[in-house]
């Protein structure tokens, strides 16, 4: 299928649905902007959705431990880990999709539908990226590298899913929210329930972001027989996100009782909960445009959340 939109990206090599003026458009050499742009690096809310787990359950963890501060160095490794994994992740999913892609009027402008980059170059940048994961992982302890590596299988079986499944956002989650389990392993050493509620809310947060973005694209893929959440709750949307982002607060709740979690982080999961409210209420699922802020807007939410577990762990040390 050939739009105006993706012929325009043929020439220019611009991806339809990023930012104009990003800093990949910007800033980088011609020969590396498309890898770039399949790591999605003119796009940084995917790694802002893949740290936020990491990161607030390495503050959870330092709030349980009575630490003032999370481990600076598992702060910095997360960091660099969650930009190379979601770059590793979104490579893997354009090359799976790669036919698909090119049939969507959003998606036909990526680097490998529109032949900015060979499926043999995108494989040998998903090794490098990959490589750049494991070295995060191998400086963290032995049950977090084993923890770490158990995560591969649905990171792999994820992109298939929205092929036999009306829940590839729950897929999603559960590759996505990874992380929460992560942080407190990292500092302890062993999972407990709290970090393991905490993974739970995480991926009821992920199946809401997630809907709401996927409603984007929900007119091309009704047609090529893509599925998603979005489509299976249609106009019922605004009652979905409601009951996930409800059990996702409800379930971090449980899980900060259970850390022994002080006033400031409960402040923080009721700024949280009142911002994903207001993407319940608000979401106007026939405009794209506000879908793509509303899921944006996510950034703010984790931020919202982690500072009041970092206030929380600054208080009770």
């Known amino acids: 299928m050939s739009t105006p939109s993706s012929s325009k ?31 999605r ?7 802002w959705l893949l740290l936020w787990p990491c ?3 390495a503050a959870l963890a330092a709030v349980a431990a009575d630490r003032a501060f999370p481990n600076p160095l598992h702060i910095v490794l997360f960091l660099i880990g969650a930009v190379a994994m979601r770059g590793a992740g979104c490579t893997y999913n354009d090359i799976v999709d790669r036919e698909y892609d090119g049939r969507v009027a959003r998606t036909a402008s990526r680097p ?36 770490g590596i158990a995560s591969l299988a649905i990171i792999a079986c ?11 956002q729950l897929v999603l989650g ?27 809310a995480s991926i009821a947060w992920t199946i809401g972001y997630d809907t709401i973005y996927a409603h984007q694209d929900k007119e091309d893929d009704a047609i090529i027989g893509v599925r998603s959440t979005a489509l299976l709750f249609g106009d019922r949307t605004r009652l979905g996100l409601a009951g996930f982002y409800g059990l996702a607060c409800v379930l971090m709740f449980a899980s900060f009782v259970i850390a022994d979690a002080g006033p400031a982080a409960f402040i923080g999961l009721l700024g949280f909960a009142g911002h994903l409210a207001w993407q319940a209420l608000t979401i106007d699922i026939s405009d794209p445009d506000h879908c793509l802020k509303l899921f944006k807007s996510n950034k703010i939410a984790g931020w919202i959340l982690f ?3 970092l206030l929380d762990a600054l208080i009770g040390a």
Not at 159 to 167: S, V
């Open 9 to 39: 990206s043929r020439f220019s090599g611009v991806v339809a649905d990023a930012v104009s003026g990003n800093f990949v458009d910007r800033l980088l050499p011609a020969w590396l902007k498309p890898y770039g742009r399949l790591a």
């Open 41 to 47: 690096w003119d796009r940084p809310i995917g790694w």
């Open 55 to 57: 990161w607030w359950s």
């Open 112 to 147: 490998i539908p529109s032949g900015q980059v060979t499926v043999t170059l995108a494989l040998v940048f998903l090794v490098l990226q990959a490589l750049v994961g494991l070295a995060v992982l191998l400086s963290l302890n032995t049950f977090s590298i084993f923890l």
């Open 158 to 168: 994820y992109p298939f899913m929205k092929r036999i499944t009306d829940w590839p």
């Open 174 to 200: 559960l590759a996505f929210s990874w992380g929460a389990l992560m942080g407190w392993a990292a500092a302890f050493g062993e999972l407990s329930a709290a970090p393991v509620l905490l993974y739970g």
């Open 307 to 309: 500072i009041g577990l």
